[in-house]
């Protein structure tokens, strides 16, 4: 059975220090960061520790060590300088399985309220709370560069270098930061340093502010966009009649300008672009939640977890042998779901390749699909040879309609070849269109600049500048 604990919650400040003078024992005392150690050490706290975990430690097994001598109805004191105290991930651990009874909460300062002069100087914007501990081993930041954040108590050069990594992923190396210093002499102050000169601070930080940078880079500004433009009474009369139907062509067309993008290697277009196919989205999940359907945390939650779940050789203990590996386990776990899902007997694995697919990339994606589960040719021999065998059907076809079928069967085999190659047929088509495109336009450039007639060109004249246009291939 587990023991019993009597937890006393402080926030930092005068308030603190009353209660803490009034108390007679302590057994264990826990302070957040070094402000509040050094407000321990003043008041000559006994047992006083600073929070610290050892390596990759949880919160959880720090306190699990922390309290493992402590003797039945032992008295914790934990002192932190977070605001709101519910946001300090040590706090909320040590309160778990304490009763409500057996925990006094003394609020303390808000040491943030020093900003208050300075916060004129930047738009209002939502502000975001965030206890250092919930950036550790992050990849993206859980905020948007839309929000001005506070991030509580970064104490070791390395979870300062982290957490600047994490900002330089939405924010400009010149972006202004403020950090709250505790210095050696015991002094505080706010500081102000470019965000590329942050990790070179060498004092503990007991709070690093971050003004927002914009107020339309975030996905929830571009929804409320959205909705707005859809709003019965004031929004665009274009966008409220729209529907899921209306829409189909536009999220097309804006599939292949990103394409198209991709193809010229343009990432000016190619961002423009991407920016065309979430508008899409959006709408769509706007138009969805507007009818009760589903919202656009439900399409974000959705593929959350599928991506989770058919990545457990990342999130999980699985363990794989390279990429052919993690692709087959993809496809068996896709298999698991249909089966949850009670559509198993209904779907099959090439159900997922959509029939509007062009044919070119649907053809590859079917390969694709067959080949994860073993339907596949042991090395590239076979593949060519498969090549001239439909090849040779295409020759000796005895009618239109078998040599029609003869030339699918040749494009499917070809398909197969550029699969092998690991390339992507619908891509490799369309550089070679885009190649043929520009040759074309330079013979039609090249007669009009000659004052020929490209009806009265024979086939000689225009290879001839066939080849000169080669020469400006990229």
């Known amino acids: 059975m587990a023991k019993k604990y009597k937890l006393i919650y402080c926030g930092v400040g005068a308030e603190a220090i009353e209660h803490i003078r009034s108390l007679k024992t302590v057994d264990l005392a826990i302070a957040r960061g070094t402000t509040a150690m050094n407000l321990l050490t003043m008041e000559h706290i006994p047992n006083a520790t600073l929070f610290a975990k050892k390596g990759d430690q949880t919160v959880v097994q720090w306190k699990n060590e ?21 946001a300090d991930q040590v706090g909320w651990s040590l309160s778990q399985s304490i009763p409500s009874s057996d925990i006094i909460i003394h609020r303390g300062e808000d040491l943030a309220f020093g900003l208050a002069s300075l916060l004129a100087n930047y738009p209002q914007s939502p502000l975001v709370t965030v206890d250092s501990l919930v950036l550790e081993n992050k990849h993206h930041p859980p905020f948007s560069p839309d929000n001005s954040i506070l991030i509580y108590t970064i104490e070791t050069q390395d979870t300062l270098l982290e957490i600047q990594k994490l900002l330089s992923g939405l924010f400009p190396q010149d972006h202004l930061v403020h950090p709250l210093i505790h210095k050696a002499d015991g002094e505080m102050s706010w500081n102000k340093c470019a965000l590329s000169q942050l990790g070179e601070i060498t004092h503990p930080i007991t709070i690093l502010f971050v003004p927002s940078l ?27 009649k729209q529907t899921h ?35 899409q989205i959006l709408l769509h999940s706007q138009i969805a939640a507007e009818a009760g359907e589903f919202s656009m945390a439900d399409v974000l939650s959705g593929i959350n977890r599928k991506i989770v779940y058919r990545h457990p050789h990342v999130f999980k203990d699985w363990v794989v042998d390279g990429e052919k590996e993690v692709v087959q386990n993809w496809e068996s776990l896709k298999g698991q779901e249909r089966l949850t899902n009670g559509d198993e007997s209904r779907k099959g694995m090439l159900d997922g390749v959509p029939i509007s697919y062009p044919a070119l990339a649907q053809a590859q994606a079917i390969q694709d699909r067959a080949a994860r589960v073993g339907f596949d040719w042991p090395d590239i021999g ?9 090849l040779e059907e295409v020759r000796t076809a005895s009618t239109d309609e078998e040599r029609a079928k003869e030339l699918g069967d040749l ?8 699969r092998w190659y690991k390339v992507d047929s619908e891509s490799a088509l369309r550089q070679t269109n885009l190649k043929f495109r520009k040759r074309f336009a330079y013979i039609e450039e090249q007669a009009r600049l000659s004052g020929k007639d490209m009806q009265k060109m024979t086939l000689a004249e225009m290879d001839e500048f066939w080849e000169q246009a080669k020469e400006f291939d990229v």
Request: glycine share 4%.
């Open 66 to 86: 922390m309290i493992a001598g402590l003797k039945e109805n032992a008295s914790i004191l934990y002192l932190t300088p977070i605001v709101p105290m519910i």
């Open 214 to 240: 914009t107020h339309d880079s975030s996905l929830e500004s571009f929804q409320e966009i959205i909705a707005h433009l859809r709003a019965p009474e004031d929004g665009c009369p274009w966008d409220k």
């Open 245 to 279: 139907d209306s829409l189909r062509t536009y999220l097309l067309e804006e599939t292949y300008e990103a394409l198209d993008a991709l193809d010229k290697h343009d990432l000016g277009s190619l961002k423009e672009e991407l920016g065309d196919i979430l508008l």
């Open 382 to 390: 076979p593949v060519l040879d498969k090549v001239m065998e439909e």
């Open 411 to 418: 494009l499917f085999a070809l398909v197969n070849v550029v």
